[in-house]
């Protein structure tokens, strides 16, 4: 008995050791009663970083800014109650970007669970619908083992947010610890093989089609930096054009030959007119967002369909497709390869021509002109600028959510994954500065920019003082047009041009803001000095909050209005007179 | 073709025949749920169809493998075919649960419902009660001068049609016990 005894441990302890077993390096949270022993513990080893954020939301995005950069699982640790509620909406982004992340949340002690006591949530209850999964440990014998089937989970199949809810008691208890080796071996083990009918049918296909596109997303960059590879290899060896949702940019290089650019409602027309007229579609882990599909009934209407998924529910949700391939993106590409080069490397050479000919066509619309100035700085001149001065750097680049988001999507590039984390399917605003700050924790020597809007960098400013105390050098590269511009341009398109809340009143001098921090504040207003502004700002060694005082009111096109289909594309201005009836008004 | 048994699409415009809630129609279908027997675990499923808005006619559920921590949950849920496809494969990706059966798409399976019936009434209808609860071989289980209740087991519709046929002679109240199910053969 004794012996078997040897690693009995306090659930604290437990937490800090099975976080250790599973490779975990930093850890970000935010302390509060309910989980003081797990900090005691924390207290007492150095193996583990913890950053200390200012704000449970910013440590969600920390965490998924970590592992989208990494590829590995992200960590964060919180209180109960209002501890637990705040990391809600960094929890659903998780769920909808399929980031795996891994929540350790303190809680009432058991016997006090039901009664409303202090800083009491239904914490599984409450995160039930916005994790993959979620655990509430009533017994110390159990932690371990739990904590090693949530990171199982967040990692394997389609990742996403899991949260391990702990209560006081469980945490001051003792009981056995149990190794990783020991853990139960879950059931949940998805599968990664496609079945190779079904991968030989897209190979045939493949080998005949006349105007083929690859159509990729986040799950290339799930599924890991082979899966990349292998799709640059698909992709050049075939000749094939290829799009990208926002989630999946990377995967491919931008400064590749087939790239289209971004596709959806923001996309490039080539990449839209491509998708519209094409008659092999080839689906590599995206998931047929209705940002990208437009009006559902007329997507891309001559098309043959192959969908690649780890998840089953995302195939033939939105779009019915021709023939679905359930596995792990890099697992069947690979096969897929190995099949179509056993029989000949076999394309239709003469129907690609064409489709080239075509494309080029659609290129030749330069659909991301702007009309440029030398009085103010227009959004997409300041990314071009800082495209250019920070190209060929170790650049990691995350967003905001709005107008400058889709203009980073559209004028930088990005030649490598993980290279680029933005909030796609939530949409959550404040996500970029504490990410930006996450993911320069995982990388301390490279330039991290958080390209943002003024509006969305007040959400979570508060995180500067995460960045100051970390020495996280991170840059706050602010399109600051004064506005809420993405809802000003919808309003503008649909609403009479009746600007409803859409300003950004009493703005702080984000100079001075800097200041207040410890850090550097830069503003720039007149486009001739924004390449030495960017210079400096690249240079600063320490964190920068870079106020660009940009164009109030320029619009982000292309533009696809909600509820229209794809060669329906608002190109500029003059396209806009009228355009969104009232079907389209309802969408968001 | 696939593991996922999802029909090869028969036309090259596979788009256009998508979604139109009109134009498909309606089926009814009886889904088994093998799920790990813990707490959460049924508010989970549960929670999947309320949160994306799927119809639960009839649920179900009890612990029926006590050495493997596992519940069987039936489910009676309608939509579009696609709509039950896509409910079998959230369903399927949950963590807890360990496998689906769409019992309907199967094959022909066998289901069951409990229900009693309290109805109560005097001289005639009393008597055309009992003589009609004989016929669809419901018991007595309770009985008192003025009421009976009566058990039945049998098919969803079988227990409606004898509800139509009580409520006319003093059909009091209703529990159902919502749809047991096992698809016939090995
Ligand atoms: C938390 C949250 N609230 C509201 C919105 C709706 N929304 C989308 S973009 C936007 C405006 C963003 O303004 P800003 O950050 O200044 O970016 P800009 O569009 O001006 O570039 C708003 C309010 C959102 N996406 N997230
Ligand atoms: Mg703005």
């Keep these: 008995m004794a012996k078997a005894m040897s690693g009995a441990m306090t659930g604290a302890r437990m937490v800090v050791q099975a976080l250790k077993d599973q490779g975990v390096d930093v850890v970000f949270g935010y302390p509060g009663g309910a989980v003081l022993p797990i900090y005691d513990e924390i207290f007492l080893q150095n193996d583990i970083r913890h950053i200390l954020v200012r704000h449970e939301q910013g440590a969600i995005h920390m965490a998924e800014g970590y592992a989208r950069s990494t ?31 891994v929540v350790l949340s303190g809680q009432v002690p058991t016997f006090m669970i039901g009664t409303d006591g202090f800083q009491e949530a239904d914490t599984v209850g409450i995160t039930r619908p916005c994790t993959k999964m979620n655990w509430l440990v009533k017994d110390t014998a159990k932690l371990a083992d739990t904590i090693h089937q949530a990171f199982h989970v967040a990692k394997s199949g389609r990742p996403g947010p899991v949260l391990v809810d702990i209560p006081k008691d469980v945490q001051f208890a003792t009981a056995e610890y149990t190794p990783v080796q020991r853990a139960r071996t879950s059931h949940y083990q998805p599968r990664l093989k496609g079945d190779i009918d079904a991968i030989t049918a897209m190979v045939e296909m493949l080998e005949t089609a006349e105007r083929p596109v690859f159509y990729t997303g986040g799950g290339v960059i799930n599924s890991g930096s082979g899966a990349s590879q292998l799709l640059r290899e698909f992709v050049e060896a075939t000749g094939f054009p290829i799009t ?3 989630m999946g940019l990377g995967a491919y290089p931008a400064s590749g030959k087939n790239w289209l650019g971004m596709l959806g409602m923001h996309g490039l027309y080539e990449a839209n007119l491509a998708m519209h007229g094409c008659d092999l579609m080839i689906n590599v882990g995206a998931r047929f967002d209705d940002r990208i599909t437009g009006r559902i009934k007329d997507f891309s209407p001559h098309s043959r369909k192959v969908h690649i998924d780890i998840d089953a529910s995302s195939i033939n949700k939105v779009i019915r497709v021709d023939v679905p391939i359930l596995g792990d993106v890099g697992h069947v590409l690979e096969d897929a390869l190995r099949i179509w080069k056993a029989r000949g490397r076999k394309v239709n050479k003469e129907g690609l021509a064409k489709w080239w000919k075509q494309i080029a066509e659609w290129r030749a619309v330069n659909c991301l002109d702007y009309k440029g100035s030398t009085k103010v700085i227009k959004p997409q001149y300041a990314l071009q600028r800082l495209e250019a001065l920070t190209k060929g750097m170790d650049r990691y680049i995350t967003t905001e959510v709005g107008q400058h988001q889709m203009w980073a999507a559209q004028f930088l590039g990005f030649e490598a994954p993980n290279r680029w984390m933005t909030s796609g399917g939530l949409g959550t605003m404040g996500y970029g500065l504490p990410a930006s700050i996450g993911v320069q924790i995982a990388h301390p020597e490279a330039l991290v920019i958080n390209v943002a809007g003024e509006a969305s960098w007040l959400m979570n400013m508060q995180e500067m003082g995460t960045a100051m105390q970390f020495r996280a050098p991170v840059k ?34 984000f100079v001075k803001l800097a200041e207040a921090f410890g850090c550097k504040g830069i503003k720039v207003s007149d486009p001739a000095d924004l390449d030495d502004a960017i210079l400096e700002m690249i240079r600063y060694d320490g964190p920068v909050i ?16 909600s509820g229209k289909p794809h060669n329906e594309m608002l190109l500029g201005e003059a396209d ?9 008004a309802v969408l968001v | ?34 799920v790990e027997n813990e707490p959460g675990v049924l508010a989970r499923v549960i929670g999947l169809f309320s949160g994306r808005g799927y119809n639960i006619e009839s649920l179900t559920v009890a612990e029926t493998d006590h050495a493997r921590h596992l519940s069987r949950i039936t489910i009676v849920t309608s939509g579009t075919p696609q709509v039950i496809d896509q409910i079998e494969a959230q369903l399927r990706r949950m963590v807890p649960v360990h496998d689906v059966h769409d019992l309907t798409a199967e094959g022909p399976s066998v289901q069951r419902e409990l229900a009693l019936f309290k109805v109560a009434g005097k001289g005639e209808a009393r008597i055309e009660a009992l003589r009609l609860a004989e016929i669809f071989r419901a018991h007595v289980v309770d009985s008192t001068l003025e009421s009976f209740v009566f058990e039945m087991t ?9 509800a139509d046929l009580m409520r006319p002679l003093g059909l009091k109240e209703i529990a159902r016990t919502g749809v047991a199910a096992l698809s016939r053969g090995v």
């Design chain 1, 476 to 509: 706050q590269f602010i399109l600051n047009n004064e506005r809420l511009g993405m809802v000003r341009q919808w309003q503008e398109l649909l609403h009479g041009e009746r600007y409803s809340q859409s300003w950004s009143e009493s703005l702080p001098d």
């Design chain 2, 154 to 162: 049998g098919t969803p519709e079988k227990i409606d049609s004898f």
């Design chain 2, 1 to 34: 073709m696939s593991a996922l048994n999802i029909k090869r699409g028969s036309t090259s415009h596979s788009a256009y025949d998508l979604r139109d809630p009109n134009a498909e129609v309606i089926e009814s279908h009886t889904l088994a749920i093998l």
């Design chain 1, 71 to 101: 590829g590995k699982v992200g960590v964060a640790l919180v209180t109960s109650g209002p501890g637990a509620t705040n990391a809600v909406t960094g929890l659903t982004d998780a769920l909808l970007d399929s980031i795996p992340i």
């Design chain 1, 546 to 561: 870079f106020d660009c005082l940009v164009e109030k009111h320029e619009n982000c096109f292309p533009m696809i209005p």
């Design chain 1, 576 to 584: 806009t007179q009228g355009v969104i009836k009232a079907a389209g």
């Design chain 1, 244 to 246: 990208s949702t926002l």
